[in-house]
């Protein structure tokens, strides 16, 4: 899925991030501290329905992505079993789209998905990279793949992320141009069309992949792949840096309109989270035709591990700090940011999830569903069980929605 380079061209070129954009007036900065205006506050969560876990007949392999409709119906792709299962408001099983295959409505493996604004669901295939069309009923509606538009080369091209934003969509993949033993690379962040030609470059990284010195590295594969979010009024949300709380804001022509930041101490790695991330990575390399010769992991956490805009403007961040300090009685802090950028709250929520295991899904309307047991499953996939005390195995997948109590 991800990718990697020779050590000593990563240090020269890693952290080379490119914004493009047709505005070059400067972007509004927004400097926060760190505390927020108002403080924590502890939050409740009252379960509204559950599927999947040992006792529900239903069965989910790798979850890729949820997402939800305009009536509010919860759509859940599973990456493993190449599907999606649909879900109303109150829980209800209302059908499964899609299918493994090659045929229309038919994908191999997505990654992520999205529903635009007619109600069309996104299922996104990484490689080839293809967007496969299904109508909210279960009908094939086309596919289409990410273009550079006719004056670029066709390069092999693998897709990540996407959101849809307004009537366009805002891709997350990789370019790859293959010249002799190096795979020449190029990490993009673009704004689409719908038929998915790209009208603006948002943010871009290069590397290049050496298969005669082979090395993985966690900072040369970092993107903004979970750090992606779109918000009202067509502006797209992204932390460009894994080591920087910081979040850009970009408007329709792709330029940066605004820059939010706060103050923010990172803390060493715990001998378990290096190990987790060395297992991340070696499932990443699992996808190669030869072992990396070397992996480096970061001595950190990344600042910023998920981002998420609701329907009132509100930005809502998942640091690994909070990951790790949430209150008696809570499993994580979100930070909560007012739609101009000011650090409004901190909020912790009440109850015994694990936020490095289980994912934690805000919907725009301020649901949050819980993904229980998400990162085994997903290291479990790709074979790379390493430690019993590492992977925690034989617990079935349990989606979980929830209402905050405010």
């Known amino acids: 899925m991800f990718s990697c380079r020779n050590l000593r061209v990563l240090l020269m070129v890693s952290l080379c991030l490119m914004i493009g954009g047709a505005s070059t007036a400067a972007p509004e900065v927004v400097d926060n501290g760190a ?25 989910f392999g790798t979850l890729g992505a949820v997402r939800a409709d305009a009536d509010g119906n919860i759509y859940i792709l599973d990456s493993q079993l190449s599907e999606i299962q649909v879900y109303a408001p109150d829980g209800e099983f209302l059908r499964t789209l899609g299918r493994e295959g090659d045929g229309p409505g038919e994908m191999r493996n997505p990654a992520d998905m999205f529903i635009s604004a007619d109600g069309t669901i996104h299922a996104v295939q990484t490689m080839p990279g293809r967007i496969i069309k299904i109508t909210p009923d279960g009908l094939p509606a086309g596919e289409t793949a990410y273009s550079m538009g006719p004056d670029n080369p066709a390069q092999f091209g693998v897709l990540i992320a996407a959101r ?13 141009v293959f ?41 040369a594969m970092d993107f903004v792949w979970s750090r ?80 998420t805009v609701t329907d009132d403007g509100r930005i809502w961040t998942q640091t690994s700090n909070g990951n790790r300090s949430a209150p008696d009685g809570t499993w994580v802090v979100l930070d909560v940011f007012a739609a101009d950028g000011k650090f409004m709250q901190q909020v912790a929520l009440r109850g015994e999830h694990d936020p490095a295991r289980d994912a934690v899904n805000i919907m725009p309307d301020g649901r949050v569903v819980v993904v229980v047991g998400a990162l085994d499953a997903w290291l479990n996939q790709q074979g790379a069980t390493g430690k019993e005390e590492d992977v925690q195995e034989g617990a079935p997948l349990e989606v979980i929605c929830y209402q905050l109590d405010w």
């Open 35 to 59: 505390e927020p205006a108002e403080g924590l506050k502890v939050v409740g969560m009252t379960e509204l329905w559950r599927a999947g876990g040992p006792d529900d007949e239903i069965f």
């Open 164 to 176: 849809a934003v307004e009537e366009d969509m805002v891709l997350a993949g990789i370019r790859m």
């Open 179 to 219: 010249n002799g033993g190096a795979n020449q690379q190029t990490y993009f962040l673009a704004r689409c069309d719908g038929e998915g030609k790209q009208k603006a470059a948002l943010l871009e990284k290069k590397h290049e992949v050496n298969m005669a010195a082979f090395e993985l590295d966690e900072l």
């Open 228 to 307: 992606l979010a779109v918000g009202p009024a067509g502006k797209v949300y992204a932390g460009p840096e894994r080591n920087a709380y910081l979040i850009n804001v970009y408007g329709a022509d792709g330029s940066v309109e605004r820059t939010i930041s706060r103050k923010y101490e990172t803390s060493l790695r715990n001998d378990m989270e290096k190990k987790m991330a060395r297992q991340v990575i070696e499932a990443v390399g699992a996808n190669y035709p030869r072992p990396p010769q070397k992996i480096t992991i970061e001595d950190t956490e990344p600042v910023l591990t998920n981002l």
